[in-house]
């Protein structure tokens, strides 16, 4: 459910943590980035409850 509103709520997590606690863990970071900011762009596609709500 709200699966770009939940995408940006984790990026923002995995940012403030990529800053502020593990700062070294940049390439675990990058790909949860990456993936996250690829559910933004794109939603979450027609295999969820979203597109099935929406219907």
């Known amino acids: 459910m709200a699966t770009r ?3 940006l709520v984790l990026l923002v997590m995995t940012l403030t943590i990529q800053i502020f606690v593990y700062p070294g863990a940049w390439p675990t970071h990058g790909v ?4 996250l900011l ?3 762009a794109h ?4 295999a969820s409850l979203d597109h099935w709500i929406r219907g």
């Open 32 to 35: 949860w980035a990456a993936t």
């Open 5 to 7: 509103f939940s995408a």
């Open 38 to 40: 690829y559910l933004m």
């Open 43 to 46: 939603g979450p596609g027609k």
